[in-house]
């Protein structure tokens, strides 16, 4: 499998490291960004640079994205320059970015149509889990497609599981991050609590990151909150536009979730306050 040639669209915070495990373990990259300078370190790894989705497209037997939002999604892979329309026949293309079931289960479809296998992979776990290979990954399609890309995912994630069809990797996103929502308000809400108490909040997090309120949230992103470090392992911008399509979702399967709506207004509140491009562990700052 060493011997195929991989495409990378989309090298920003998780992109990036993602893309860089890859070419590290010996495969030949081709990638493609909008801001070249967002791609120079791996070009000086060895990275190839393609001028355009569609130039990328014609030379690669597999595929991945990472780009921003649903509407990023689509600009890369429809219309006349886009994946489907250049990608050779017999491909994978695989999208990790957190984007809606019902796009997933779209693009699946016209990839089918053109003899292309796609795959919805989004994942969870920050910058973190992209620079030391240990991403959640969460993937819908085919099984023989999974099966096919299965070893790449090895080389950027710890957990990779086969959630089933097209979109179901993206409906277990949205469950990670609904759970992600209500729990970065109590990770905030108890380091506020411990400091009014006049606690140490990092000896606070030693005896509670390991007992009943342990979360990734807590034991990753709650110091970076004492720290008053709120560099983006994953954007505020990101997270809303990821609730969004959640409670969307949520209410097209006759549900309403009131943790989530309320986790959603207070980060709209703090985007507009300029925090869209913080960390989402700056929460805390509404709080403050």
């Known amino acids: 499998m060493s011997s195929i040639h991989i495409g990378f669209i989309?090298?920003?915070?998780?992109g990036k490291s993602i893309a860089q495990r890859l070419l590290r373990a010996g495969y030949t990259l081709s990638i493609f960004t909008r801001t070249y300078e967002k791609a120079e370190d791996l070009l000086k790894e060895g990275a190839i640079w393609e001028t355009s989705v569609a130039a990328l497209s014609q030379k690669c037997d597999v595929l991945f994205t990472m780009v921003g939002f649903p509407v990023d999604v689509e600009e890369v892979y429809f219309g006349p320059n886009g994946i489907l329309q250049?990608?050779?026949?017999?491909?994978?293309?695989?999208?990790?970015?957190?984007?809606?079931?019902?796009?997933?289960?779209?693009?699946?479809?016209?990839?089918?149509?053109?003899?292309?296998?796609?795959?919805?992979?989004?994942?969870?776990?920050?910058?973190?889990?992209?620079?030391?290979?240990?991403?959640?990954?969460?993937?819908?399609?085919?099984?023989?497609?999974?099966?096919?890309?299965?070893?790449?995912?090895?080389?950027?994630?710890?957990?990779?599981?086969?959630?089933?069809?097209?979109?179901?990797?993206?409906?277990?996103?949205?469950?990670?991050?609904?759970?992600?929502?209500?729990?970065?308000?109590?990770?905030?809400?108890?380091?506020?609590?411990?400091?009014q108490a006049g606690l140490d909040p990092d000896t606070v997090l030693k005896s509670i990151s390991d007992g009943a309120a342990g979360s990734w949230s807590l034991s990753n992103l709650?110091?970076?909150?004492?720290?008053?470090?709120?560099?983006?392992?994953?954007?505020?911008?990101?997270?809303?536009?990821?609730?969004?399509?959640?409670?969307?979702?949520?209410?097209?399967?006759?549900?309403?979730?009131?943790?989530?709506?309320?986790?959603?207004?207070?980060?709209?509140?703090?985007?507009?306050?300029?925090?869209e491009n913080s960390g989402t562990q700056a929460l805390i700052k509404y709080y403050q």
């Open 10 to 14: 989309g090298t920003g915070v998780m």
């Open 222 to 275: 709650a110091p970076r909150m004492i720290q008053e470090d709120f560099s983006p392992g994953f954007y505020v911008k990101h997270f809303i536009k990821d609730m969004g399509i959640a409670i969307t979702s949520a209410e097209e399967l006759g549900l309403q979730l009131p943790g989530l709506q309320l986790a959603k207004q207070l980060y709209d509140k703090l985007a507009a306050e300029g925090e």
């Open 86 to 195: 250049n990608a050779k026949p017999g491909s994978y293309v695989v999208d990790m970015t957190t984007s809606s079931p019902s796009l997933a289960q779209e693009i699946f479809k016209k990839a089918a149509n053109n003899d292309l296998h796609a795959l919805d992979a989004p994942v969870s776990g920050g910058d973190i889990g992209a620079q030391n290979g240990t991403l959640s990954i969460m993937v819908g399609g085919t099984k023989q497609a999974y099966d096919y890309i299965e070893p790449l995912f090895h080389l950027v994630g710890s957990s990779i599981v086969w959630q089933g069809e097209a979109g179901a990797g993206q409906y277990t996103k949205m469950c990670n991050q609904i759970a992600i929502a209500s729990n970065m308000m109590g990770v905030s809400e108890a380091i506020v609590y411990a400091k």
